[in-house]
């Protein structure tokens, strides 16, 4: 036996130096995976599917402390241990999230898996060490996503990728790409929009650009996971078709056009059964349906039943606990689990393991380009940030703006993006008013004194944050307080007025619909109006920076600044970013991926987020170990598939930014849309002319919306599927753009028959600058219904839901 075991190490070994024809090394079998597998033990395999616990939540030590550790020769059995091999986690990567189980003798290799999708989160320093291990803080997700530019978001990917890789770790935790159901989800920020097909796009550029420099990442949270409120608890009651067409759609495309390794499943349950339980959405959806070959690991200690997860198809369980192993060990032994699922899992991870960098024995650097990544998201930034209003050419500051009146506590104190798992620990972070000077501008010394005392002091009576307290954030300082005289004052000293708008929120806790968070305080309101009125007197300029991470209320105060520019998050940089964009530098081009609602009572699912709690005897019981509520509760998606712009443009309720507007300092012209056929069969191709008519150069994001006959299923008026962004064209430069019409875009998914049907009738292809702004429109026809794929009947509701429909 033991000569059996030596070699299979030696096997991995030669797979280890890329399958190297070593003559003395011993023949690889055909399936090495297969192999190995057959010479690991029950409690080894039942160690591989559990990850090696988490530092934060480390139970009592293992029993016999004197026993040499986990994975090495002589090792107590991995179901003996009483604590989790924290060890592990913390000798490989400092601050990682969690780590796979290593079992040296037979050369399995640890994997280090790290939050998360603005940038790599691992601890900045280390004891004993002087080194620092500082991360670049990208942009938040909704920004990337609003650059509508997938070749950019592959870019960022990249710069990611190389931070993952030359920093050890092995796999990065995300993009996250839950929809944007509702404005109030704490993550929003995390997550790319409110359709389907953009989230589709942006995930699957973002994991082949993390992909490509041979690291891997795991899209998450899979899936309906879509309020943070009890999230460990939640029961999200969900027809089939919002859950194909809404819900689960980005998800296939990110898996079938970017292949990533893992995907995450997600803490909530759907239609009765926690995510990481349910083998309709793991088994038949992701794998049957949708052909994923990786692995599916769980959210950390989501679900509860880790014999339950292992027959679902959740070959990972992290971080790990020592129960999780006992359990799958007794379960096997007692014939409740078939060893044959356990192998199944084992065998995933192990495919996935071969192409990790620790296994292939990558001597990573400790030294990524953060100088590179750095430049790459100050541009990143630029491109998503939307200008959404420029009256009379306020924007860019001209050569007449020398002096800059500064307001708001958030023009000192930027916030570049959320808290919780998606924080990043960066070397440093640009103010606006730093942003502001970088590009050679002013700042009136008087009122930035006057506002960095405020913050100081107010900072200065808080506890410093540090560790989880610091990823968890800390409470908004209140703004200063500014009377009329001092602004007064200001726009006389000053040629124009920033004022900065922000907000947070992160990971655990949902927002509100409260003044402070989605509406505006009455001061903010009020210091918009001052600063206004008081600018406006001395015709000069009022422009409305927000920062923040997700939709707030703008139809109240729109009209007074001549300008807003919706800023997001933009990582480390945002301060330089949102300077180039203010001063010319950088011509805005990011568009909305997610609608501005005139109030949030117009948000089709405003009745029933987070969804309500429940008596706990009527509940399933609540899983996991998150932090903020868990009490068991329900949450019914009575919008069905009008989420977001489905619901406004089909339900015609006017809202204050819809979804795909943005403004450019620059204007173009659309011509010239050409449909290959008239009459589809299997595919058409679509190309339209973009042309830029103004005095400078910019890009275009050019969106296509189809229209679908409505014959036996209700459709939404408009659908996106399809869009481009023009590369940077001159004033009076044209570029034809082109887009591809495949059935699956036409279709909609039949409960009935389970299946994507594309109606018989006639389709409109509507070319648009926005969902609301249609340019050119042109259609075709389809002679007969088409079936274009059969799927398994999968995570049916247990009850009725009254789902929104459109009247005929
Ligand atoms: C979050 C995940 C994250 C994980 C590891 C969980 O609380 O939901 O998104 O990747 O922690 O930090």
Known sequence: MKRVLISFALCFAVIASGFSQNAAAPKLGKDPVKNIVSAMTLEEKAALVV??????????????????????????????????VVGQTKSLVSGAAGTSYAITRLGITPMVLTDGPAGVRIDPTRPNDNNTYYCTAFPVGTLLASTWDVDLVNKVGQAMGNEILEYGNDILLGPGMNIQRNPLCGRNFEYYSEDPYITGKIAASMVSGIESKGVGTSIKHFAANNAETNRNSLNTIVSERALREIYLEGFRIAVQESNPWTVMSSYNLINGTYASQSPELLTNILRKDWGFKGFVMTDWFGGKDAVAQMIAGNDMLMPGTPAQVKAIVTAVNEKKLDIALLDRNVERILNIMLLSPRFK??????????????????????????????????????????????FGNTSYDIIIGGTGSGFVNKAYSVSLTEGLKNDGLSLNEDLFNLYSGYLNLTRGGRPKLTGFMAIMGSRPIEELYLNQDIIKGMAVKCDAALITIGRNSGEGSDRTNTKGDFQLTDYEQQLIKMVSTEFKAKSKKTIVILNVAGVVETASWKDLPDAILLAWQGGQEAGNSIADVLTGKVNPSGKLAVTFPVKYEDVPSAKSFPGKELEPSKAPAAGGMGFGRS??????????????????????????????????????DYSNLKISSTKFSGSLNVTVEIKNSGKVAGKEVVELYLSA??????????????????????????????????????????????SWIAEAGKYDVKIGASSENIKLTGSFTVAKDITVKKETVSLTPKVKIAELKPSK
Do not use: C, H
């Not at 100088?371 to 790459?376: H, I, L, R, S, Y």
């Open 51 to 84: 990850g090696t616990g988490m530092n934060m939540f480390a139970g009592p030590p293992p029993s016999d402390p004197s026993k040499p550790p986990t994975g090495q020769p002589g090792a107590p059995p991995p179901n003996q241990q009483q604590g989790p």
């Open 631 to 668: 009490v068991p509760a329900e949450v019914t998606y009575e919008d069905g598939i009008y989420v977001g712009y489905r619901y406004y443009e089909t339900f015609k309720v006017k809202p204050s930014y819809e979804f795909g507007y943005g403004l450019s300092f620059t204007s173009f």
């Open 361 to 406: 024995g990558y001597k990573y650097s400790n030294k990524p380009d953060l100088k590179g990544n750095a430049q790459v998201t100050r541009q990143a930034a630029t491109e998503g940030m939307v200008l959404l209003k420029n009256e009379n050419a306020a924007l860019p500051f001209g050569s007449d703006v020398k002096n800059i009146a500064t």
């Open 709 to 754: 006959p409505a014959v036996k299923l209700d459709k939404p008026s408009i659908e996106l599927k399809g869009f481009a962004k023009t590369k940077l064209l001159q004033p009076g430069e044209t570029q034809t753009l082109s887009f591809v019409i495949d059935s699956r875009k036409l279709s909609s998914f039949d409960t009935a028959t389970s």
